[in-house]
């Protein structure tokens, strides 16, 4: 199979406990579609036994990768992920499935057909489940910050699971220089930049008490990273097309 129609990439750093899930409900619900497609996880420099959990499914699942990223990073292993995929589109899905994942239909045509779709907790129809109001409080003003500084008018570039057509995927995820927490902003930013339309899908969330984001170490190091977005514009590094 040279190009499915679907790439479903899982970047997994110390993902030994909730992986399992992932990969059956992910392989499960690709099983059942009419089109094609992979399966790509890509195991981050993980420092328990993330490797040998997904090594044991790759014998079950049809069509299933695994990808071994050394270098430490979310943004590491997700850009990693999106430039091995075959896929005609390529979906970011994070591990906890706070998104079900029977939602990704919503994001491919013919119900959705445009550069890049990202899923929302904000736009209307979207519902959160059982995020205590702190988190919630703490997005909304990091939002308000990303939609100051470089996404005006999106609601939430923060939730794991966005959809990318494979050229542009080729294009942004190149182009990408932030390997932490913020690249999906960087990654956004640039799209727009070249011209990408990108749609905003709203899902019902189910808020996971296991989350890897401490809210003032990484509100910070997120807010140094839009800095940085800006700045990289104004050099014109995301102009250029190497």
């Not at 993902?15 to 059942?32: D, K, N, T, Y």
């Not at 059982?130 to 470089?150: D, M």
């Not at 542009?168 to 995820?173: G, K, L, T």
């Amino acid at each position: 199979m040279n190009t499915p129609f679907l790439s479903v990439v899982i970047p997994a750093y110390n993902e030994e406990h909730r992986l399992p899930r992932a990969l059956e409900e992910v392989s499960a619900f690709l099983q059942r579609q009419a089109y094609t497609s992979e399966l790509v996880v890509v195991e981050n420099a993980s420092r328990d036994r993330t490797l040998q959990v997904a090594e044991s499914y790759a014998g079950k699942i049809p069509n299933m990768r695994i990808v071994r990223e050394a270098r430490r990073g979310k943004g590491q292993a997700v850009q990693r992920g999106m430039l091995e995929a075959r896929g005609e589109y390529r979906f970011i899905c994070d591990s906890d499935l706070s998104m079900p994942v029977e939602e990704v239909t919503r994001f491919l045509p013919p119900a959705c057909d445009c550069d890049i779709a990202i899923a929302s907790r904000e736009t209307p129809g979207a519902v959160r489940y059982g995020e205590p109001y702190y988190r919630h409080l703490t997005g909304r003003v990091f939002n308000f910050f990303i939609r100051t500084l470089v996404l005006p008018g999106l609601q939430d570039t923060q939730c794991g699971f966005k959809c990318f057509k494979a050229a542009v995927a080729e294009d942004v995820f190149r182009a990408q220089t932030i390997m932490g927490w913020s690249f999906d902003v960087e990654v956004l930013f640039i799209a727009r930049r070249r011209g990408y339309q990108v749609r905003e899908i709203a899902i019902p969330w189910y808020f996971n008490a296991d989350s890897r984001i401490s809210v003032l170490r990484d509100s910070w190091r997120m807010l140094t990273d839009l800095l940085a977005i800006r700045r990289n514009a104004r050099r014109g590094v995301y102009d250029r097309r190497d």
